[in-house]
């Protein structure tokens, strides 16, 4: 039910821009109302879990709570979109239509229950992202970022293809269900394992981590700060949402230990290297970019860790992440001038006192990546570190608090550019109504599942059964 | 069990009142000012209310509220209090309002800002001291450093940014790796008792059963994050660019305050939880505690800043606290309770001083000053009464509880040795001389400086009101400690008897 909304969304959305002129003017508040009906609608129906086409889609259970943290974010995207694009020189109604394709690809991925749906899918989103990333056509790096996008993703794809055919040859087989039942069988198959292998190696590129992230930084900048924001939480959701069905998969047997090294090794370069580099960054999209990739890393210490626990652990993870992500993509997107210009951390200098609630939101973004308490990113972590710590992987977790502490220092550095020190930029910050209420709503949702976690927990937990 | 709410109001009332402050509008700084002490105030008499309702004779802890928080993870919001915790709340209470009101003058930029930010710096301080599930305390104890951040970097001095950024960063490397110890202890809890738990009172019991190794980690980590919040040599050096730094609020504070905290983690985590490891690695810890007396007695006598002074006799303070509650006997644990309560008055004071000159001259380096008791008569009295207070001149609080301390290393059945107290004396005397010193450069001689005749006026009505309660405790501590050290007699017992139960007879 909740793609057939989004698939009517798109088809309407396209008939109202063939027809209207005015349809710029319309086209964010539809996709706004599709958006927010179907995460509620998810959200509402969580327990009725029924299985469609043949066998092919999941409806209700994990995948509602995926739809949810992809229509809400993609509702907040579009809320922020609505002035940032008129500044930008974008305002084309293609852009909306665009995010409601890429919103159904996830939406089918996370509720594949074969492994080709996945890819459809996956292409669904990847294609509308790539376009999304060169939206301005005029400008340079909006075209190299598209261009770095599509020539990479595409590089991904092939491992995942090829992955897929190598299990098809192995298992015979494209249903998950089958997978999981005969793992056992098949993973003593060597050409199967290494299909699988595979096929996590593509999805490594799609979550951004290391040492699959180079695409990561030029094109989180490149693209439009709005279409950043949709790509590195959304994306990266339904990204996730892959592996843990996949590894849903692989958890219902032992055999899992051939794969639990690979995910150790990925996260823990990936928290090391994003939170690292991200130091040296001055551009604020780019260290973003790089803290994308070391929040993939923490993420991934969840899919190591490879306990039920660690499943609904990644949710709430995803979730936070979505949102605080979301929320300082938002401001950065106020704040930016034109050119991309003013997205450096000079820019933000004196922000306290230019705009204190502007700041005081950006403050609060960058406290709640950095995972300080009680804001919703310190439990994303503490939940994945409990489940390493209960895998017996304390070291991981270990690990993830030390990337954590040196990711600290360049989160608070930009909390240091707004509010230690003085203007070094004159400009006035034209702060749009709608930027700034998708704001405010981030705000109060990292504060409240900060705070009371267990209000999104019990409806993960509750998807999960 | 009864729900008592005492607790849940006294912490809500700072939380309520900050939030108030954000509806003020910028200009009336006095109405901020006035309302944050009214709040602050209220948190006061709701921290006396409880301690008159605290029975002396209860080692148990007292007025515990507990209401789930996260069902998924069994953590609760259970707060209580026992005699050392109690203790505490009232240095906290009790000290906030009087830096509220010390900042009258000093601090005129974005004074909603600042008043918004003590009150919930108090909040996380008294969380800290009161919560009794490990999980709420951690929440507390990271949650504390945004505002104490702030309070630095906005309103500090020329290196606030270097300081605040070290500062934070420090802290969140020590208090991590607890966190990976808390979930580990928590975890193995849930082998041994069948349920995850974070609950203090239950992990009691869990703690001491760790193997022995595993439980040497644990107790690092935890150890790690409380030594350097005390700050224990050789973790310290984050504290003096934080005091000097720190707008003379801050400092008051973090001296009086927010260093009790890791002093207050060791006594309350550190020894009940790993009792084996604590009695394992006392001998070594206080080596270093031992350092840190003679250390930063000896550094300080060498700056010329007053400021940083007071901040490196801090070092050399809190190492006889931490030297106390390793000696592990009932004189001496009940001594560091007492100095840590003594240590936030004395050096709150020190620093209050300090900076009443600096508002008026704004400089802190010693040469400048001399013989300012020609012109300051009352301010170098007072000076004076709170410097030997500082140097533990019987009679006043210093001495009760280094003497305690000293007592009680001496015949610690840990320690078995006399070398420790022989070496940690040295450091009252150490502390004589650097204080004295001082006040002798500062006060006494001819006056040296002709811009300290227009600058330097006496002290105010408000800054005697500031002083004087802090006073009256400094006395009565000194003539008469039974009233603080009946409140905390029989809750350092129940918990050496914690630690003894397991290793060796701590109560004889």
């Known amino acids: 039910m909740p793609l057939l909304i989004i698939a009517a969304g798109i088809i309407l959305s396209v008939i109202l821009e063939i027809s209207s002129k005015k349809s710029v003017r319309i086209l964010p508040w539809f996709s706004i109302l599709i958006f927010t009906f179907t995460a509620f609608y998810s959200v509402y129906y969580i327990d009725q879990n029924f299985v469609l086409f043949g066998g092919m889609l999941e409806v209700g259970g994990k995948p509602a709570i995926f739809n949810f943290i992809f229509n809400i974010g993609a509702a907040l995207v579009v809320l922020s979109s609505m002035d940032y694009l008129k500044k930008y020189g974008t305002s084309y109604g293609e852009y909306y239509i665009l995010i409601q394709s890429s919103v159904l690809g996830m939406m089918v991925m996370s509720g594949a229950k074969d492994i080709l749906m996945i890819f459809m899918g996956l292409e669904l989103m990847s294609i509308c992202f790539y376009v999304l990333a060169g939206i301005n056509r005029k400008k340079l790096s909006s075209n190299e970022a598209s261009m770095k996008y599509f020539l990479l993703g595409a590089f991904a794809t092939g491992f995942i293809v090829y992955g897929i055919a190598l299990i098809y040859g192995a298992a015979g087989s494209t249903s998950i269900q089958n997978l999981i039942e005969n793992f056992g069988t098949y993973s003593s198959n060597i050409i199967f394992i290494l299909g699988f292998m595979f096929f996590l190696i593509g999805f490594s590129f799609k979550i951004a981590a290391v040492p699959f992230h180079m695409w990561v930084p030029d094109v989180y900048q490149g693209s439009a700060t709005t279409v950043t924001s949709l790509m590195s939480t959304t994306g990266k959701t339904a990204a996730f949402s892959v592996l843990l069905i996949v590894l849903s998969a692989v958890l219902s047997f032992n055999a899992f230990n051939v794969f639990r090294p690979y995910f150790a090794a990925i996260a823990s370069l990936s928290m090391l290297f994003g939170s690292i580099v991200a130091i040296s960054q001055t551009n604020l999209k780019r260290m973003l970019a790089y803290s994308s990739i070391s929040h993939a890393g923490y993420m991934a210490i969840g899919l190591a860790a490879g306990n039920t626990f660690s499943m609904a652990g990644i949710i709430f993870y995803l979730a936070a992440y979505t949102f605080m992500n979301i929320g300082a993509f938002t401001v950065i997107s106020i704040v930016e001038g034109e050119n991309d210009s003013r997205t450096e951390l000079n820019s933000f200098a004196g922000l306290s006192s230019k705009n204190p609630i502007l700041a005081a939101a950006m403050a609060l973004f960058m406290f709640a990546l950095a995972g300080i308490p009680p804001l919703a990113g310190f439990f994303g972590k503490y939940y994945v570190f409990i489940s390493a710590i209960e895998s017996h992987m304390t070291w991981l977790a270990i690990l993830g608090v030390l990337s954590s502490v040196i990711s600290v220092y360049f989160y608070i550095r930009v909390v240091v550019f707004m509010y230690f020190r003085d203007a070094i930029e004159d400009f006035k910050i034209e702060v749009s109504a709608y930027s700034l209420t998708a704001v405010f709503i981030t705000a109060l949702l990292i504060l409240v599942f900060g705070i009371f976690p267990d209000t999104l927990m019990n409806v993960i937990l509750s998807a999960m059964h | ?508």
């Not at chain 2, 505490?88 to 004074?111: D, Q």
């Not at chain 2, 204080?435 to 300290?452: A, I, K």
Request: aromatic share 14%; proline share 4%; net charge neutral.
């Open chain 2, 1 to 508: 069990m009864t729900q008592n709410l005492l607790l849940t109001y006294l912490l809500l009332t700072p939380i309520i009142g900050g939030v108030l402050v954000l509806f003020f509008k910028k200009e009336q700084k006095e109405l901020i000012r006035w309302f944050g002490i009214a709040v602050s105030l209220a948190a006061f008499v709701i921290s006396l209310i409880i301690y008159f309702g605290f029975n002396q004779n209860n080692p148990q802890f007292q007025f515990i509220h507990q209401v789930i928080w996260i069902k998924s993870l069994n953590i609760s919001y259970h707060v209580g209090v026992d005699g050392i915790s109690l203790l505490l709340v009232l240095l906290t209470t009790f000290l906030t309002p009087l830096t509220l009101l010390s900042t009258w003058k000093a601090i005129e930029k974005n004074v909603k800002m600042f008043t918004f930010s003590m009150l919930f710096l108090e909040v996380g301080m008294l969380g800290v001291f009161i919560s009794l599930d490990i999980f709420l305390f951690y929440i507390f104890w990271e949650a504390m450093l945004i505002p104490m951040y702030f309070i630095i970097g906005v309103w500090g001095g020329e290196r606030r940014i270097y300081a605040a950024v070290k500062f934070f960063i420090f802290t969140m490397l020590g208090s991590l790796l607890m966190l990976v110890a808390i979930i580990w202890l928590a975890v193995y809890a849930s082998d041994t008792l069948g349920y995850f738990t974070t609950n203090l009172l239950e992990l009691y019991k869990v703690g001491p059963t760790v193997p022995h190794d595993i439980q040497g980690w644990m107790f690092g980590a935890f150890f790690l994050s409380f030594a350097i919040k005390v700050p224990l040599f050789p973790l310290h050096t984050w504290l003096p660019d934080a005091h000097v730094e720190a707008p003379t609020a801050g400092s008051v504070i973090l001296a009086g305050v927010l260093l009790k905290m890791g002093t207050y983690g060791l006594v309350r985590f550190c020894l009940p939880l790993f009792p084996q490891s604590a009695v394992h690695f006392a001998p070594v810890i206080s080596i270093l505690a031992v350092i840190g007396i003679i250390y930063g007695a000896l550094v300080s006598m060498v700056q010329t800043d007053m400021k940083k002074l007071v901040a490196y006799s801090s070092v050399s303070h809190l190492g006889f606290v931490v030297l106390g509650i390793f000696a592990m006997t009932v004189e001496s644990v009940q001594g560091a309770v007492i100095q840590m309560i003594n240590h936030g008055l004395s050096t709150g004071a020190l620093f209050l001083l300090v900076g009443v000159l600096y508002e008026r001259t704004h400089r802190r380096d010693i040469a400048f000053y001399g013989g300012i008791a020609k012109l300051v008569p009352l301010y170098s009295v007072v000076l004076m009464i709170a410097l030997l207070s500082s140097v533990g001149l019987p009679g006043l609080n210093g001495f009760i509880g280094e003497f305690l301390i000293l007592i009680g290393s001496f015949k610690s059945p840990v320690f078995n040795n006399w070398w420790f107290t022989i070496f940690a004396a040295s450091g009252v005397i150490l502390a004589a001389v650097y204080l004295l010193w001082m006040y002798q450069r500062v006060v006494f001689g001819p006056v040296t400086n002709d811009e300290l005749k227009d600058e330097l006026t006496d002290m105010n009505l408000r800054e005697m009101i500031v002083i004087a309660p802090i006073f009256i405790f400094i006395v009565w501590i000194g003539i008469y400690p039974n009233t603080f050290l009946n409140l905390t007699e029989l809750s350092t017992k129940s918990i050496l008897q914690q630690v003894g139960s397991f290793t060796i007879d701590l109560l004889k």
